[in-house]
């Protein structure tokens, strides 16, 4: 994981949230707010660099307070700080969802990555939530500063709810990674390894694998098939130069299902192109909308027509909402350890209401949670405290808002993994089989 300060307006205020390491770092956004009377027809959205990308017609208006952002010197400030609930209520930030100020912003601050182990591997649990900021009001008497003056761009049709019926419905499953060991002794695990392991997650009727690394697609496979379990599929996209080849991940699973389960899809129920990129700044929005496109078609050529889309974190879904859009079913980490406010018996519950957060966001009717959990071991997180009875509670309380849909993270620990002081030092220690 890595440790990412992001921060975006959406629908009717601004979103600052940390992304990539899990801690939740508080932002502050000064707002300077003008007033001007005009007449107008439309709204205009425009990015962090001022390039508009939406238009929405609204009724005509005599006033208009605007929200911009500038260094002129202040003469006036006052600070707001409210009460966070632990699962706010956020707008939604589809495209058809108007904000209440104009222009919108996007700041974001990157820390340094931690030092990985010197096997070069996906890291798969890198998850946080949704929460707005502390926001500053300024005076100040300046001109006013108009928007960009361009034609407006036609309204986008509303989108269509996405409907999966029960059928779609995935059990109760847990995540699997291929790699062991420590620092310069992380390695692959052996065949037999994989096998016995494999064979201690029988429980477990689907299994998230997170791209081809370790041989796993052909062993995962077969162990399945021998388990009577099924097999969330994944690609390690990446624009760092470590990902893996889309084209040969899918191929990888063509050849697989044809030599050991005579050429039937059946044993995958879920396709993902990436997990947590667009969430690490790693890939834009549009990089996975094309991966998830183009995945299809080459999945489809080759006779598999279950789901397809991409993983992301519940902020950096909300905030894309083209991804969304593009996925056949909506797909999103979130982790309750990572909200200082959340005990572990409450874990379930804060699960459950970022999802909804998601499901309004994304106007379906289904979200698939593919990594949730609890760690055994690490500081302390606020309220939040690693334990191997927390586990337990978070767990059960997990289990008692979900009885589908839901991924648990991760099946062992992950002791190849790095550590840091922002991670709470848990990041190793998310095993849930003991």
């Not at 000064?30 to 508009?52: H, L, M, R, S």
């Not at 222009?103 to 010197?118: C, G, I, K, L, Q």
């Not at 997990?275 to 078609?297: L, P, Q």
Request: glycine content about 8%; aromatic content about 8%.
């Amino acid at each position: 994981m890595k440790n990412v300060a992001l921060a975006s307006a959406l629908a009717a205020g601004f979103l600052i949230g940390t992304v990539g390491g899990h801690p939740f770092k508080r932002a502050v956004v000064t707002e300077v707010v003008y007033v001007t009377e005009t007449i107008g027809d439309a709204v205009v959205y425009v990015d962090e660099k001022g390039v508009p990308y939406s238009t929405t017609t609204i009724n005509k208006i005599t006033s208009v307070a605007t929200a911009v952002v500038a260094t002129s010197t202040t003469s006036s400030i006052s600070l707001m700080t409210p009460e966070m609930p632990s699962a706010p209520e956020v707008p939604s930030s589809s495209a058809t969802s108007a904000p209440s100020a104009l222009p919108s912003f996007v700041f974001v601050s990157e820390e340094p990555e931690p030092t990985r182990a010197d096997i070069d591997v996906p890291e798969a649990s890198n998850s946080q939530f949704y929460e707005p900021p502390i926001i500053t009001s300024v005076a100040v008497e300046s001109a006013y500063v108009p928007l960009p003056s361009l034609a407006p761009a036609p309204e986008p049709e509303p989108s269509a709810i996405k409907q999966d019926d029960s059928a779609g419905r995935l059990p109760i499953g847990v995540t699997y990674d291929p790699f062991t060991g420590t620092g310069d002794n992380s390695r692959c695990k052996t065949e037999q390894e994989i096998t016995s392991e494999f064979n201690r997650m029988k429980d477990y009727k689907i299994v998230r694998i997170y791209g081809m690394g370790c041989n796993i697609i052909p062993l995962a496979v077969q162990n399945a098939l021998r388990n009577g379990q099924t097999l969330m599929a994944g690609v390690y996209l990446s624009n760092r130069g470590n990902g893996e080849a889309l084209g040969q991940v899918i191929q990888t699973f063509k050849d697989a299902i044809d030599q050991y389960a005579g050429g039937s899809w059946d044993i995958v129920r879920l396709f993902a192109v990436e997990n947590e990129r667009v969430n690490e700044h790693d890939m834009t929005a549009s990089d996975v909308v094309g991966a998830i496109h183009s995945a299809r078609g080459q999945l489809r050529g080759l006779g598999y027509n279950g789901p397809v889309g991409a993983v992301e974190t519940v902020p950096a879904t909300i905030d894309n909402p083209a991804i969304c859009q593009a996925s056949d079913v909506v797909m999103v980490n979130c982790h309750a350890f990572f909200d200082p406010n959340t005990k572990a018996a409450d874990a379930g519950a804060f699960v459950q209401s970022q999802i909804e957060l998601v499901k309004t966001s994304c106007n379906t009717n289904r979200v698939v949670v593919t990594e949730s959990g609890w760690p055994h071991q690490g500081d302390a997180n606020g309220a939040a405290v690693p334990s191997p009875e927390n586990q337990r509670i978070a767990l059960e309380s997990i289990r008692g808002h979900f009885d589908h849909d839901m991924f648990l993270h991760n099946a062992f620990d992950s002791t190849w993994k790095s550590d840091w002081a922002s991670s709470f030092n848990a990041e190793r220690w998310w095993g849930v089989i003991q």
